[in-house]
């Protein structure tokens, strides 16, 4: 007797619960993802054949700009809830004599870019309402003799966070006695090591030495 062949069914894939699941995940991160607010100061580095990585915490950044302004920033160290941003603040607030309510010293703490902001206008930088607003206050962190704040705010940071590590990120057409200026007071401040930002050089490849 001839053998009875059953009918064989193509596998069918539903694709919908992954298309599902990838939306819902698509939506979340669109909804919570905070664009990158831009620096106060436009800074195109200089190139250079390093590979080494900056750290993603325990960093202090000095931004120099081409017109010789210093704008500083620095995270909130490896666990979030250790809260350095607020306590440095915190800190500079009680050598110049300025009481920070808990909402400024928040709002401090949840900026992402780098500030240049005089401490006897801080208040009124973070009381501003929007980017625009608070634009007026980056005018750079005062450097001069009579009145250096960048060096009270390493010294607080690195009091705050001993393992805060210094990095310098300046232009390549930032004047060098700017950027001297800057490595004086970490000297004064007793930082000895700090990295440069550089931008990574395109290796030059000659065809014909290889092929020899």
């Known amino acids: 007797m001839p053998k009875i062949k059953l009918p064989t069914k193509q596998p069918r894939i539903d694709m919908t619960p992954m298309v599902d699941t ?20 436009t800074i195109d580095t200089p190139f250079s054949i390093s590979e080494t990585p900056t750290l993603d915490f325990n960093m202090m950044t000095f931004l120099v700009s081409p017109e010789g302004k210093v704008f500083m920033n620095f995270d909130n160290g490896p666990d979030t809830i ?20 808990e909402k ?17 206008d801080m208040q009124a930088f973070l009381n501003a309402k929007d980017n625009a607003s608070r634009k007026v206050y980056q005018v750079g962190i005062p450097l001069d003799s009579t009145d250096n704040q960048m060096a009270m705010w390493v010294f607080y940071a690195r009091q705050v966070n001993p ?41 030059k490849i000659n065809l014909e030495e290889i092929q020899q």
């Not at 990838?22 to 100061?41: N, S």
């Not at 250790?82 to 309510?101: C, D, S």
């Open 104 to 120: 400024q010293l928040r709002e401090f703490e949840k900026i992402p870019s780098s500030m240049g902001v005089p401490i006897m």
């Open 22 to 41: 990838f939306c819902v995940v698509l939506t979340f991160l669109m909804l919570t993802t905070q664009m990158r607010q831009p620096e106060p100061a």
């Open 163 to 203: 393992n805060i590590q210094a990095c310098i990120k300046g232009d390549s057409k930032t004047p060098f006695p700017a950027v001297k200026k800057v490595l004086d007071i970490l000297q004064e401040m007793k930082v000895k090591r700090f990295n440069l930002v550089t931008n990574l050089e395109a290796a």
């Open 82 to 101: 250790l809260q350095f941003r607020p306590k440095i603040l915190a800190e500079m607030g009680k050598r110049y004599g300025i009481e920070f309510t």
